[in-house]
């Protein structure tokens, strides 16, 4: 496939939410996450009612695997949707507007419109007990790459961080990271303000919030991106 409508970094809650929706719209969408054991697979067991027509409403389960499973197969399951596994590192640039990402395999994916949907993975820091290490998650390594090029491009950032208690033989935990300064993005639209056709939704936007909120964001993106459209 030489290009996609709209490209999705992260397939958490929220960037999974975005490109469901947008692939149910009839949009050529690419779905890239560092590893497909997690798509869909948040810290903790969404609580509350699922996003009316969500993917977590089709996909819903109190066992975090199952949920996993489920929402995997569902997306795989659409025909204009590729799940696509891969690292990041920095974004395509064409004359102030997003035009695809750069891979630290080497390739080039391009698209009308990029989101980024990275949670709590750039410039992550997991402590669990004496042990610390770059985890947006645990078991699941952050975004340094693509932290550096975002700061290298301007955006700012600020402070977050959650913690997870201790269950099913995993040990508790607490990660710090980073997500977007307030003025840098948009909560009405869910654009990026400093380049055309690149937009945010989740953590790495809004901040910490449980699962089923972090899903209702990049499902509302994902029923109003229009890329290539008038930004």
């Not at 056709?197 to 899903?215: E, I």
């Amino acid at each position: 496939m030489s290009g996609y409508d709209v490209l999705v970094v992260g397939a958490g809650p929220s960037g999974s939410e975005a490109a469901w929706a947008l692939a149910r719209r009839g949009f050529v969408v690419g779905l890239v996450t560092d590893s497909l054991d997690s798509v869909y697979r948040p810290e903790v067991p969404p609580e509350g009612a699922a996003p009316a027509g969500s993917l977590l409403a089709e996909a819903a389960s109190g066992d975090l695997w199952t949920l996993h499973r489920r929402a995997k197969y569902a997306l795989e399951g659409l025909e204009n949707l590729h799940l696509l596994q891969s690292s990041v590192v920095a974004l395509l640039l064409e004359e102030g507007r997003a035009a695809g990402v750069r891979t630290w395999e080497g390739f080039d994916l391009r698209a009308g419109a990029v989101v980024l949907a990275v949670g709590s993975f750039l410039g992550a820091r997991l402590a669990a007990g004496a042990l610390e290490e770059a985890a947006g998650r645990l078991g699941e390594a952050a975004y340094p790459d693509l932290y550096e090029h975002l700061q290298g491009l301007g955006f700012a950032f600020v402070p977050d961080g959650y913690e997870v208690a201790a269950a099913d033989g995993a040990p508790a935990y607490a990660v710090r990271f980073q997500r977007f300064a307030p003025g840098e993005w948009d909560a009405a639209s869910g654009r990026l303000r400093r380049f055309a056709g690149l937009y945010a939704t989740g953590r790495v936007a809004a901040g910490h919030a449980p699962p089923a909120a972090r899903a209702a964001s990049g499902l509302a993106l994902g029923r109003a991106l229009e890329p290539g459209g008038a930004q």
